[in-house]
């Protein structure tokens, strides 16, 4: 079926360090592939988003590219700030299979920025 | 401005009354979708409904009921059979989720007291 995977948290990162929160997927048919971002007591937030294979999305200075070769959509950012300290969800929604409609939410990724 | 919302923000309820959790949107989406999330974990799908007067079960829809009249609204009630109802509730709305994903509320926080 479909899923996805996230790497486990929590990471911390101090300020201006890199980040890679690694992201997975299996997929029956065509997916799209989301990154949302939760900060503490809110909703999701969409983050950024790719609909096919080698699109790059970006926003924030975040970004993830649609790697369809090895099914992943790993979020970067350069430098981080303390306000980017959030739960990160990665997730996709298939084209043409029985969750047609549906977003499929891997389990967030908790990111901590220390000053 | 468009958007999707939630009321109340915090409500609390005594061990054996229903309660109804609102939802309200003005973004003219189809779908519309309950979540339920506990400290530190994922979401979980409670409902959905993807055109009026009709919903499905997601998977933890026992002890919940939903109704569908209106495009715009989709209420969520947790009833007393629900034994753990104490979480943070999300409901998000839907357009063309694979190509748009979803937008969602800003949540409701429910405690059992």
């Known amino acids: 079926g479909d899923s996805v995977t996230q790497m486990e948290g929590p990471v911390t990162l101090s300020e201006e360090a890199f980040l890679t929160i690694n992201c997975t997927y299996t997929?029956?048919?065509?997916?799209?592939l989301f990154w949302y971002v939760q900060y503490p007591g809110e909703g999701l937030q969409l983050l950024l988003k790719?609909?096919?294979?080698?699109d790059k999305g970006s926003n924030k200075g975040f970004e993830a590219t649609y790697r369809k070769e090895t099914t992943s959509f790993h979020l970067e950012k350069g430098s981080v700030q303390v306000s980017d300290s959030a739960v990160y969800f990665c997730?996709?929604?298939?084209?043409?299979?029985?969750?047609?409609?549906?977003?499929?939410f891997g389990q967030g990724t908790t990111l901590q920025v220390k000053p | 401005d468009g958007g999707i919302t939630q009321s109340p923000k915090y409500l609390f309820r005594k061990e054996g009354q229903n309660v109804t959790l609102s939802c309200e949107q003005n973004l003219n989406h189809d779908a519309m979708y309950w979540y339920r999330q506990d400290p530190g974990q994922g979401l979980r799908l409670i409902y959905y409904?993807?055109?009026?007067?009709?919903?499905q079960k997601g998977d933890i829809a026992e002890g919940y009921s939903v109704s569908r009249e209106k495009k715009e609204s989709f209420p969520l009630t947790v009833t007393s059979a629900q034994k753990n109802p104490t979480a943070f509730y999300l409901c998000?709305?839907?357009?063309?989720?694979?190509?748009?994903?979803?937008?969602f509320g800003s949540g409701t926080r429910l405690t059992v007291v």
């Open positions: 997730a996709l929604s298939v084209h043409g299979s029985s969750n047609t409609g549906k977003l499929i």
């Open positions: 790719a609909t096919k294979a080698d």
């Open positions: 997929a029956t048919g065509y997916p799209s």
């Open positions: 409904s993807q055109i009026v007067n009709d919903f």
């Open positions: 998000a709305s839907g357009g063309m989720p694979q190509t748009y994903g979803y937008t």
